[in-house]
């Protein structure tokens, strides 16, 4: 009878996170499979995932029949489970584990933000970050940088309870070395690098050097090198010494110092971070100033302090970037932006001083002004049948009732800003806002504008006109078209000698070119060539080329 009394309060205690959580993952779930697999990453993984349940090649990952030695296989394992029941990887099953990854994600940044300070804090954090873009769209589709987030930030808070905790510390250690394992088995050295250094920055910055043999590095590194080696090892034997090198060293080093994908310049997130932090963004020169006049009391910022600084320098000094690879330093973020909001929202003192603030009031007021002018602008593109809303027909009628209300709530909110108290409850309207955006975004908005994908009438162009047995080959890495042609392995054309000889024979032979591979080839070899579908596919044309005439 204790037990289920005890269970029920924590129940009862934590049902706020609950409803929370359920939530955000009706949001995410309730559609994934809407729209389909989209970009050159999303079915290029799953076509990975595909390979492995076809050909049971679950050590060494191929892609297109090759050996794939880019990324360790966890992501693709929790594809393959995740596909099992149904046979293959459909882009339900592609995007779940990242999303199940994000929703663990939401809950660790509660726990962590509900010890470093309180639970209402935490419920905000976990809000925060619900509803940074960045996170959303990079949850909702299939990539590893979630399920890295996920590990790197279960592994943090686990030091940091270790640390705390009077008994079982090193259990909690050790437990987050597990994690470290798991986050190498997601994406490399970077799961290792980012907590470990994070703890042991963050022990330095306390100057508390007789607790760094609390941290347990020694036995910790067996444990998280160990879970690695058990995959690393019999994958480097049966993937030869090339898989080797490209796994250890290319593709670690390799991107760190002279990246050969990605390659940005150094301020590349100084400019995309504010963007992707949006609305949360605008308030960091507000948040900035009040941690500094009030650091002698908000000591305990310092842990998610060291955290989105250690990892926002390292990524800025990576020659690879993207975005998406800032993702786990968003729980940090979000725990500052939380726990800045909640103090002013509870002490009035605070609250008086950043009322009185333009760099916190500016930002406010144009938030404010937004929702009227987000649902007006709505209203506009839908009667004028313009941008991103032109091909949404079936659901015309859900978006303008959205329009409407946003234009109607939006307008009460700037009349009554004063009587409803708006500046204070602004973080909760911005958590409840977003939510029914991403809402309407997920089930109505992407589905209708993934219909006509020029990358799709492609690939229904090659079914109708390229027969199982014809032999189709690319100019490219084709990881698209294997996935959603459902056809491997589609060689690939080295050179243009290699094309001359493939067109002279008497069979019909089907190429898929990039326009600048096209354009390199000799006038006698485009003599041979009939070109027959040409799409836009993001900034670049393919082709569809046939080698005889096609039948009339």
Not at 194 to 215: H, M, S, W
Not at 274 to 280: A, I, K, N, S, Y
Not at 417 to 429: A, C, G, I, N, S
Not at 436 to 458: I, Q, T
């Amino acid at each position: 009878m204790e037990k289920e009394e005890s269970g029920m309060v924590l129940i009862m205690k934590n049902i706020k996170i609950i409803a929370l959580l359920a939530l955000f993952g009706a949001v995410m779930l309730g559609n994934l499979g809407g729209w389909k697999l989209q970009g050159a990453d999303e079915p290029r993984y799953a076509q990975i995932a595909r390979e492995m349940m076809e050909t049971g090649r679950y050590i060494v990952p191929h892609l297109n029949a090759e050996r794939y030695p880019d990324k360790p296989p966890l992501f693709f394992w929790l594809m393959a489970l995740a596909a099992a029941p149904s046979g293959d990887v459909s882009a339900f099953e592609a995007r779940l584990p990242s999303v199940l990854a994000g929703l663990g994600l939401i809950l660790l940044t509660y726990l962590f933000a509900a010890r470093l300070f309180d639970p209402g804090t935490g419920l905000l954090a976990a809000g925060v970050l619900f509803c940074c873009e960045q996170f959303f769209s990079t949850t909702t589709s299939s990539h590893f940088d979630t399920i890295l987030a996920f590990w790197t930030t279960l592994a943090l808070l686990l030091l940091y309870i270790g640390y705390t905790s009077a008994d079982r510390g090193k259990n909690y250690m050790l437990g987050a070395y597990a994690a470290m394992g798991g986050a190498l088995l997601t994406k490399g050295p970077v799961g290792l690098i980012i907590p470990l250094a994070i703890g042991l920055l963050y022990v330095l910055a306390r100057k508390d050097f007789r607790r760094l043999k609390d941290l347990h590095l020694g036995k910790g590194l067996v444990v998280a090198l160990g879970i690695l080696a058990v995959w690393l090892i019999p994958a480097c034997i049966l993937g030869g010494g090339e898989y080797a090198d490209n796994i250890l060293f290319k593709q670690t080093f390799g991107r760190a110092i002279e990246s050969f994908a990605h390659k940005e310049p150094f301020y590349y997130y100084f400019l995309g971070f504010p963007v992707d932090f949006l609305p949360w963004s605008l308030f960091v020169p507000a948040a900035a100033l009040y941690f500094w006049k009030s650091r002698s009391r908000n000591k305990n910022i310092l842990l998610p302090l060291v955290w989105f600084v250690f990892t926002f320098t390292m990524f800025t000094l990576v020659s690879g970037k993207r975005n998406l690879y800032l993702l786990p330093l968003y729980p940090a973020a979000a725990m500052l932006m939380a726990k800045f909001f909640t103090d002013f929202i509870r002490s009035d003192e605070v609250y008086t001083d950043l009322s009185r603030s333009k760099l916190f009031m500016v930002p406010c007021y144009l938030l404010a002004g937004a929702v009227p002018a987000a649902g007006l602008a709505g209203i506009i593109m839908l009667i004028g049948n313009a941008g991103p809303v032109k091909n949404l027909e079936t659901s015309r009628w859900v978006l303008f009732s959205a329009a409407w209300a946003a234009l109607a709530a939006g307008a009460v909110l700037l009349r009554k800003r004063q009587e409803l108290q708006l500046v204070r409850r602004l973080p909760y309207l911005i958590v409840a806002c977003t939510t029914l955006v991403y809402g309407l975004f997920v089930s109505v908005m992407l589905p209708a504008m993934s219909e006509e994908r020029p990358e799709h009438v492609l690939c229904e162009t090659i079914v109708k006109n390229v027969r199982p047995e014809d032999k189709l080959y690319a100019t490219f890495q084709p990881s698209f078209f294997n996935y959603y042609l459902h056809r491997y392995p589609i060689p690939e054309v080295q050179d243009a000698e290699m094309m001359r000889q493939l067109l002279v024979v008497p069979e019909r032979i089907y190429c898929l070119a990039r326009e600048k591979d096209y354009d390199r080839l000799p006038d006698d070899i485009k003599s041979m060539i009939t070109v027959l579908e040409k799409e836009m596919i993001g900034h670049k044309n393919f082709y569809l080329l046939v080698n005889t005439p096609p039948t009339q």
